[in-house]
């Protein structure tokens, strides 16, 4: 299983910690540790999976277009003017099974699934998100307030069998922050979600064609102040 670790300055700087770990069980079932927030709500059933890369559960949609498959909160586990900073290690798929074709992927904390949508003005949102046939295949950054959005290109690729890190940061209480794997991917201070609005988090992936699409699931942290 992939670990995330923060320094002493960033674990004593919060009040509250939360952690979804993805454990198996002699790598045959799938253990979700909740600590410190709510037990995220399962859009099917993950499949343990274990790689070079590391141990995830591994999320897989139906064959019919525009279904989504991955983890979102249900309840309200963050909101902006708590500071929050979610960090997940997501491992995209091989290329045999489909790697990065015909899908939407979604790291996000936001008011509701932002599945269905590149950028959901409707939504209070803060995430990174790739789409395979959204220009080029890098992450992109979106914020959202509720009536209109903002989009950044990371320029940083998104690629079939490989793990990431994948950071939003709302520490900043005039901006957002984006990181993956460690790597500073961009900041947006416009548009951003309301600061009292209740945000859980999402992590998904979602068909754009008739073909299974997956993504596995490490780890989801989330801390707030």
């Known amino acids: 299983m992939s670990i ?9 700087s919060r009040q509250r910690e939360g952690l979804w770990s993805v454990l198996l069980d002699d790598q045959t079932a799938i253990v979700v540790s909740s600590q410190g927030m709510a037990s995220p709500a399962l859009a099917g059933t993950g499949t343990p999976r ?37 960090r997940v290690v997501i491992d995209t798929a091989d290329l045999e099974e489909g790697g990065l074709a015909d899908l939407r992927l979604w790291v996000a904390l936001s008011s509701g699934s932002p599945a269905g949508f590149d950028s959901p003005s409707s939504l209070h949102l803060a995430g990174l998100r790739f789409r395979s046939d959204d220009g080029p295949a890098t992450w992109k950054a979106v914020v959202s307030d509720g009536e209109e959005s903002e989009t950044l290109d990371t320029s940083i690729a998104a690629e079939p069998a490989h793990d990431y890190e994948l950071e939003v940061d709302l520490s900043d209480a005039n901006a957002a922050t984006f990181h993956v794997n460690g790597t500073f991917a961009g900041r947006l201070k416009v ?20 073909a299974i699409r997956s993504f596995g699931i490490a780890q989801v942290q989330l801390l707030t102040r």
């Open 191 to 210: 548009h951003l979600p309301g600061p009292a609005a209740g945000l859980g988090v999402h992590v998904l992936v979602e068909n754009l064609t008739a």
């Open 50 to 86: 274990v790689n070079a890369r590391g141990r995830f559960a591994r999320h897989a949609t139906d064959i019919v277009p525009q279904t989504w498959r991955g983890w979102s909160s249900v309840a309200t586990v963050a909101r902006r003017d708590w500071g929050p900073t979610l």
């Open 4 to 12: 995330i670790r923060l320094d002493r300055a960033q674990v004593s």
